[in-house]
């Protein structure tokens, strides 16, 4: 099987140059290589034990998005693994590259191959933004969000306007970070697990001081987070996960959830979401605040690294991104689909651009330029009924799944094991990827969420109840963060506190009568769907008999003129029996 591996950056693909030349430089002068390092493994770990938030996480998310709605927006060696896509082509495409790469005379591509981020660099990353010094952020949960992350974050926290933390809760802290420090990992979890059971009992905020519920949600975000580098240091991803999940919902504006969320990821091999995640740790940096730019290059590094390594494992599709610089016509997007089949010629039994939402780059992107570099993402696929499944979801108005054409009849079970392995394993990875570089969805903000909760329904169904969890508690974080990573509306704010709701009453077991916010949103986007399609059904049949009629009235119309000419050599032929009924004329004598 042929295993192309790349990232394709395409420059000045309609005539302009907008991208930084020294940029341009770095990328086209770094080499490929040939070795290859393996990720370690991941030893089978215990069941999970429950432990679901309280009512008071969807007390604070609702406070945070009305909070959020008035507030204003505010490389290196090479790699450890080498890109067989990029090396299987350089040979066979060095006669036609020219031909490939100018779509229009004088506007060559130029086309640089992926830098191949070493292991070593990523890990460096984590022990600095993720597994930081105990002694360095034991105050960080204390801390306004617009301090983290900068030098005078550790002053701040003692200053008088910071509420203290009730003293049963300080002691079982310093306990779990003292058996932290001395990597007992196993003991400090413990330890920190009580910690968490004393804040949800109230045993947060010291009485001398006056709470407030974003300083609650901060210190249990904080203990949440803290039980991920425990259990990642105990090489048990499968239990960071939820937690991971849960320092996101309890404080979405800190960045480093998201990259402890993004180094779970990393343990699993969950490459797309990770870029994803690494990605919103960079914008949250920026959003509340953070002037060290060394912090902000290393979470970009970061991104970039598993962007690619998301690609060098992928081997179902294959991608091409394209500066974005002016509204795409029919014609453009045909020079893309013939680049990307001369670039990916495995990869050609459906290509589409994904039509909504432009990308970003890490190399390009800064947060402070307004936009930064966008870019047109073309995919193509060895599939062809999977991809024309993913470009057709894009253009829906509200995101479905199921291609049941009975919403209101119950699924057979044999359907929906066929649906699990379908978005499971071969769509929800491609659409993790597309949302890799993709910020924001100018569609609907909460799509991503209710895509998660829709997956996670199936898993219900199926009784896959640890992957339920950790869907839902996944859709959650995402939710929680949507507000501050785009402005919402009236109508995606209330959407999102009822998604918000729901996952959480499915989390803890509660049932209703009412039918969950994500599955009535489905059987509307089938029925939606099912008139689209009628209706395009009908107006093409329409346009079908009109032509038929058509053709029809232009067939009559030449032959009558053909029997209406004058020179007309047609004979006329007259039956025996016609002949032997006419009458004899007599001839006179």
Request: aromatic share 8%; charged share 25%.
């Amino acid at each position: 099987m042929e295993s192309e591996r790349s990232i394709d950056f395409q420059k000045d693909f309609f005539g302009t140059s907008g991208q930084n030349e020294a940029s341009q430089q770095t990328q086209a002068s770094k080499e490929s290589s040939v070795a290859a390092n393996k990720l370690n493994d991941i030893p089978e770990t215990l069941e999970e034990v429950k432990n679901h938030l309280g009512d008071g996480a969807v007390r604070n998310i609702t406070e945070r998005i009305k909070e959020a709605e008035t507030k204003e927006e505010k490389q290196s060696n090479d790699v450890g693994r080498a890109s067989p896509k990029w090396e299987s082509e350089n040979n066979e495409k060095q006669n036609g590259e020219k031909e490939a790469t100018k779509l229009r005379s004088g506007n060559p591509l130029t086309l640089a191959p992926l830098s191949h981020i070493p292991l070593n660099t990523v890990m460096h990353v984590e022990m600095e933004l993720v597994y930081a010094d105990e002694q360095e952020i034991a105050f960080e949960f204390a801390v306004p969000a617009a301090l983290h992350g900068r030098a005078d974050a550790t002053s701040a926290a003692t200053s008088s306007a910071v509420p203290r933390v009730d003293e049963r809760l300080w002691a079982a802290l310093q306990e779990a970070s003292r058996h932290y420090r001395q990597k007992n990992y196993a003991v400090a979890a413990g330890r920190f697990a009580t910690a968490l059971e004393l804040c949800s009992k109230g045993a947060a905020i010291d009485k001398s001081s006056k709470p407030f519920p974003e300083d609650i949600s901060s210190i249990a975000s904080f203990i949440e987070m803290k039980l991920v580098t425990c259990y990642l240091k105990l090489r048990k991803p499968d239990l960071a996960l939820n937690h991971s999940h849960r320092s996101i919902i309890l404080n979405p504006a800190y960045f480093r959830n998201h990259l402890c969320q993004a180094a779970v990821f990393r343990w699993l091999e969950r490459y797309s979401k990770l870029a994803r995640s690494a990605m919103i740790a960079d914008y949250m940096y920026w959003l509340t605040g953070g002037t060290e730019q060394r912090i902000s290059k290393l979470i970009k590094l970061y991104w970039q690294a598993m962007i690619e390594e998301a690609i060098t494992r992928e081997e179902s599709f294959s991608v091409m991104y394209t500066p974005f610089v002016t509204k795409v016509k029919v014609d453009n997007r045909d020079k893309m689909t013939d680049a990307f089949t001369k670039m990916h010629p495995g990869y050609t039994q459906h290509i589409f651009t994904d039509p909504h939402g432009l990308h970003i780059l890490p190399q390009t992107t800064e947060w402070s330029s307004s936009p930064p570099q966008q870019y047109l993402l073309t995919l193509g696929f060895r599939n062809k009924q999977i991809g024309k499944i993913l470009e057709k979801l894009p253009s829906r108005k509200l995101p479905i799944f199921s291609d049941c054409k009975a919403p209101f009849s119950p699924i057979p079970e044999d359907e929906l094991r066929r649906q699990w392995e379908t978005i499971g394993k071969q769509i929800m990875p491609v659409m993790d990827f597309m949302r890799s570089t993709r910020l924001t969805d100018d569609v609907c903000a909460c799509s991503r969420a209710i895509e998660k909760l829709h997956y996670a329904s199936i898993l219900g169904r199926l009784q896959q109840v640890t992957e339920q969890s950790q869907v839902i508690n996944q859709a959650m974080a995402e939710l929680a963060s949507i507000p501050y990573l785009q402005d919402i509306s009236q109508q995606d704010a209330e959407l999102l506190q009822s998604l918000m709701a729901d996952a959480m009453d499915t989390l803890e077991g509660r049932r209703s009568d009412k039918e969950r916010v994500w599955n009535e949103i489905e059987k509307i986007a089938i029925i939606v769907d099912f008139i689209y399609q009628t209706e395009d059904s009908y107006l093409k049949n329409k346009k079908r008999r009109a032509a038929k009629r058509e053709r029809r009235k232009m067939k009559k119309l030449q032959s009558a003129e053909q029997h209406q000419s004058p020179g007309s050599t047609k004979l006329s032929l007259t039956s025996p029996k016609d002949m032997a009924t006419q009458p004899v004329r007599e001839l006179a004598p």
